[in-house]
Each structure stands twice: as C-alpha cells, then as structure tokens.
C-alpha cells in the first residue's frame, strides 16, 4: 500500500484583538453645499473669484480719482478742445421779446459766453429766465457751432394793479409783472387794494357776464377781501355784493338798467347793489345859490327803476361803502 501522507493544516491566525480605528468623515459646511448645488466647477469659480478682486481693485482706483478730481480735470481739457475747435458761445439769438427788457435775457444768456456748446446747461438757463414775471415759457436750444437760441413766450399784460403806493403791470391771472409810472401806464383797467391782483382772474370772468360795460370800467377796487367796486370812466361807482353769484346777479342786472335808463353819464355818483331786494342811488351835492360861503346840502334820493330808491343811513353790518 502506498503511504499516504497526512499533512496537517497550518493554524489559523488568530484575529488581531484590536480593530484599526476608521476614519470619521466630515460634513460639508454650508458654503460648500451650496458652492456644489450651483453647476459650475471649481475652476470656473477660481476664476470668478479673481475678476471680483479685480473689479474691487479697479472700483477703488476710480474712486481715488474722483476725490483727486481727475474726471473733471478730463472733462475740462476735452471742453478747452472743443472750445478751440469753434464750437464755443459766441452769439445769443432771441426771439419772442415783446415788452420786456432783452438786456436782461442776454444778461442770463450771456453768462454762458465762450463756454463749450457742450458745457451749456440749457434746463439751468430755462430755470433762470422763468424768474421773470414777464416770461410764461421759454426754450433754449443749441445752433452749432457757436449760437444759443433762446425762444420766450411772454406774458400779455392785462390790467394794472395799484397797492402800497405803487403801480404794477399785472396779466390776466394776476402775475406781476413790472413796475409802472403813473405817467407811462398804459390804457388799461386799475385794480385797487391788497391782493387785487389774486382776484384778477376772477374779476374777469365776472365782467364777462357784462360785455356791454366791460369797455366803460375804469377800476375795480377790491373791498375787504369779500367784495368788489366798479368805478366807470363817466365817474359813477357800482358796489356789488359778496359773493361770485351775487356779485353776477347784480352786475347782469345793472346792465339791463343802465341800457333801458342810461344809468351812466347822468352825473349820478354812486349805485348800491349789496341788498338784492332793491338798489340805493346817490346824486352829486349841489351848492346852494346864496353870496356867503355855499353851504353843502344833504345827498338827495333819486328813484332809478328799482324796486326801491333811498339812501341807506348807515352800512349794515360788515358792508363798506
């Protein structure tokens, strides 16, 4: 018999007691997960990062600029060459200047003289030249190479308001204008009293109800910021009662009268209207025919087609006469 041979397994290593200790992985932080949800690589952002410092860089050294004013001192050498190239004020044209002073809108225009066409503010010059009364509107505008344009629309003066002792062109809406002398004002209407002048506009579309007597007024004095006096040019005065609606009711009304009974030009003196039930009338004083010293006589009553003719003895209440 064959021997056979029994070998014996090698024994079995016995496990190692201890265990190597594993490795704790990390959580990614905030920053990083949010960095991973956005589809971008790493080197991408590598290089967003360097054109943000570079931006910053750039950012500061402008600003450094600005303090040291370099941008103006860029900005006054590219106005000289332009300058030099012609295309500097040189000329003003004005248009639309009827009767104010052209001397003062030269004056404003002017300030701009041989400045850069570029350089010219022109809302800045509108601004200035709508300070004056006169102007309601104006343009400005460039003619290159070397012309400002300046276009005015005007007011159109409308009445002449009289307060404090002076004499002012005022327009339609009441805007002042300019200064008057009592021997260079022109033929218009005469507003009396503190802010007459606010009540322009109001007292013309009254007188448009009474465009038969429009022509004949002379005045208008406005009585305890309430109430108006019509003064005509034949010397008689017209008291009208307060309010807008009043004051038409009465004045429409006088118009019938005076054209059916030519109330005006029959030396009357004066024609109450504030009572609407009936209208006062007063008559010149006369003089009484004796060789001493004439004595004056009382007011006389004169009936005119009214309800009721008298001379009131005394004002009511918060009424001026």
């Known amino acids: 018999m064959t021997a056979m041979a029994i070998g014996r397994k ?3 290593r016995k496990a190692s007691a201890r265990k190597a200790p594993s490795r704790a992985r990390k959580k990614p932080g905030m920053m990083s997960r949010a960095f ?6 790493s080197r991408a952002w590598e290089r967003l990062a360097t054109w943000a410092i570079l931006l ?4 500061g050294i402008v600003g450094v600029a600005f303090v040291a004013g370099v941008p103006a001192m860029i900005r ?3 106005s000289e060459s332009v300058a030099n190239l012609g295309f500097a004020v040189k000329r003003v044209q004005v248009t639309g200047v009827k009767h104010m002073d052209r001397l003062a809108v030269y004056n404003i225009a002017l300030d701009q003289q041989r400045a850069a066409m570029t350089d010219v503010d022109l809302a800045a010059v509108r601004h200035r030249l709508l300070g004056f009364g006169w102007i309601a509107d104006a343009r400005v505008s460039r003619r290159l190479p070397d012309t400002l344009v300046v276009d005015i629309i005007e007011r159109e003066p409308a009445a002449i308001w009289q ?7 005022i327009d339609a809406t009441g805007v002042p204008l300019a200064r008057v002398s009592p021997d260079n004002a022109p033929n218009l209407p005469l507003l009396i009293g503190p802010d007459a002048n606010g009540q322009a506009k109001a007292l013309d579309a009254l007188l448009a109800r009474a465009t038969r007597l429009k022509p004949l007024i002379a005045a208008a004095t406005w009585i305890g910021d309430r109430r108006w ?4 040019q034949t010397g008689e005065t017209l008291s009208l009662p307060e309010g ?3 004051a038409a009711t009465a004045l429409t009304k006088f118009e019938g009268l005076d054209a059916s009974d030519r109330l005006l030009g029959r030396g009357l003196v004066r024609f109450d209207m504030r009572d609407p039930t009936r209208m006062f009338v007063r008559v010149k004083r006369q003089a009484a025919p004796t060789i001493s010293q004439p004595k004056p006589v009382p007011e006389a009553v004169a009936p005119v087609a009214a309800p009721a003719v008298a001379v ?3 004002d009511k209440p918060g009424v001026t006469t």
């Open 244 to 246: 807008e609606g009043a």
């Open 76 to 78: 006054g050498g590219i």
């Open 163 to 169: 307060h404090a002792g002076q004499l002012t062109l």
């Open 10 to 12: 090698p024994p079995a």
């Open 56 to 59: 910053i860089i750039a950012g």
């Open 229 to 232: 006096d019509i003064q005509f």
């Open 312 to 314: 009131p003895a005394a």
């Open 36 to 41: 991973n949800l956005v589809p971008i690589s």
